[in-house]
């Protein structure tokens, strides 16, 4: 059974409400990738959620807990996230850079799946912050050196390139899209869908082991209802796992 580790796809929000001359705050916890999970686990995936909030201090510090796991998926978690556990940022304290151990865990056979948003690829005011590091290297994408976002509130539909990639099978009739991150295709990497030139789904092997971009959201906003609601939704998250796991 393919083994998957998820980082990411949780935040807070904090809100002001103001009545007149009144106001008070309200705070909630979001979780993103509740149905990308459910439909993981319906296809025989072995999934491990860590949130972004858990993810900054249980993450694998080592390679040998990451050799636990077949594929990590990287969706809508920052690299500051992964660089500076509570034990580094707070207390100054040495830890292993987990940037480095992803890219070696791909070079010795494991699997790496980026998925867009606010806070993957480079994201919102390049605050994700990818670009340049250890996982950049091993992607099948170069990152930009600024906010990639490309929102298209009209809607964009992916252009099929290689549809008889392993990934792409059964995938067809593909829902729109609200948005994606903008990125570069490397030369040694295989394209598998676009829109307007931009690499949307795109795959590579690295030394050992495989990497691929899936460059919207897994759900909404850049994902809608529709995206969810597709036949083809449980396919792709498994397609993707399986072939990265070899």
Known sequence: MTKVLLAGESWMTHSIHVKGFDSFTTSAYHEGGTEMIAAMRAAGLDVT????????????LSAEALAAYDVVILSDIGANTLLMPDRTFAR???????????????????????????????GIEGKAAYAGTPVDDVLPVALMTRDDRSERPEGVVPAIVNGAHPVMAGLTEWPTFLGYNRS????????????????????????????????????????PPAFLAWPGYGPLWANLCNWLAG
Request: hydrophobic share 40%; with cysteine.
């Open 49 to 60: 959620y860590q949130p972004a909030h858990i993810a900054a201090d249980h993450f694998p």
């Open 184 to 223: 570069m295709l490397r030369e040694d990497a295989t394209l598998l869908a676009e829109v307007d030139g931009d690499p949307f789904i795109a795959v590579r092997t690295v030394g050992s082991g495989r990497s691929a971009i899936f460059a919207s959201d897994c759900g909404p906003h850049w994902g």
């Open 92 to 122: 100054s304290e040495p830890t292993p850079n987990r940037l480095r151990l992803i890219a070696d865990f791909v070079k010795g056979g494991g699997g790496l799946l980026m998925v867009g948003g606010y806070l993957t690829f480079q």
